[in-house]
């Protein structure tokens, strides 16, 4: 076996380099034939490149194949770096769209402000929001503008609708306001156009009851509900809401107020709003009294004093038909 190998070997060697060497010297050949500036050698040329390019199709479609295919991926690694930076641009401009959708609501919050009809008399102060109470018991926001500014107590507070409620503490740079929904909130009403007194109540609710009504029956679902300007607690016409009636049948009011989006307040200048300084004259009232003349007591005159003196040292004499001891 390993005889007929080294025989084999011995034949294919010099059979492999007589064909090396006769394509070497093809090649030669043709490079020399190719370089020949000759019509006759460049008609040859065209003869062999038109009788042998198009046979050789079917071997350049494997490398036309990979090299559409390198110019595919590439095209596709920029496409694929453009779509990662329009996703940038594209979150930066989410988050601009967030920032100029908020500010558009506050601007029109703010046009809503300054489109509330007012009486001419009454000035305001604008205040920002700044945080609430955040408890079920209470219902109250906290502003920014406060004593500095001129706030006092009592004073009433909107927003681009309609009435919020009323100053209830007045700090240094701060202000506390009690909504109408708080259960602490009373005020006096009037439901229009049938010119029904009546008492705004809070119950924690976005829904406050329409209390002590002078006639019911007058009173419709829809009707205008505005502050009346008794007790010289709020300016009379401020918008309050409209009446709606609750499923236990009770009269209740839809604030106009949004108190879900509440940013802004405006603080009213209300002349009829007076500091309280003596808080026991809500109780005993003494202002504008006249002072009470003794009245006439029938029977007899006490004793004088010395008199009652005398008596408490005398020893006691008991009366007729009591024996003594």
């Known amino acids: 076996m390993a005889r007929e190998r080294d025989r084999g070997e011995e034949f294919t060697k010099p059979l492999r380099r007589l064909l090396v060497g006769l394509m070497v010297l093809g090649c030669l050949a043709l490079f ?46 920029r496409i694929h770096e453009q779509n990662l930076e329009l996703r940038r641009e594209l979150q930066q401009m989410t988050v601009w769209r967030e920032a100029a959708l908020r500010l558009e609501q506050e601007n029109a919050k703010l046009r809503d402000l ?28 906290l502003l920014n503008v406060g004593g500095r500014d001129g706030i006092i107590d009592g004073w009433p507070t909107m927003d681009g609708m309609g009435l919020v409620g009323r100053i209830s503490g007045v700090g240094e740079k701060t202000s506390r306001v009690i909504l109408l929904t708080d259960t602490s909130s009373r005020i006096p009403v009037t439901v229009e156009p049938s010119e029904q007194k009546a008492i705004l109540t ?36 401020l918008l309050v809401g409209r009446v709606a009636q609750g499923t236990d049948g009770r009269l209740r009011l839809r604030l106009a107020a949004d108190y879900e989006q509440l940013e802004f307040v405006r603080v009213l200048r209300s002349p009829l709003v007076e500091s309280i300084a003596d808080p026991g004259g809500l109780i005993v009232p003494t202002a504008g009294l006249e002072p009470v003349e003794p009245q006439e007591v029938y029977g007899p005159p006490p004793p004088p004093p010395d008199l009652l003196a ?9 009366p007729e038909g009591v024996p003594s001891d």
């Open 202 to 237: 809070g119950d924690n609710s976005f829904y406050p009851l329409l209390d002590f009504v002078e006639n019911r029956d007058a009173v419709r679902p829809g009707d205008r509900v505005v502050t009346a300007g008794d007790g010289a607690l709020f300016p009379a016409g």
């Open 114 to 141: 300054n489109n509330v009809s007012l009486d001419p008399a009454l000035t305001y102060i604008t205040g920002t929001v700044m945080a609430d109470s955040g408890s079920p018991f209470r219902q109250s926001v």
């Open 310 to 318: 005398g008596t408490a040292a005398a020893p006691a004499t008991p």
């Open 32 to 77: 020399l034939v190719w370089r020949i500036d000759s019509p006759r050698v460049e008609r040859l040329r065209a003869q062999v490149v038109d009788a042998v390019v198009p046979r050789l199709d079917w071997m350049m479609a494997p490398v036309t194949g990979l090299v559409k295919l390198a110019e595919d991926f590439r095209s596709y690694d």
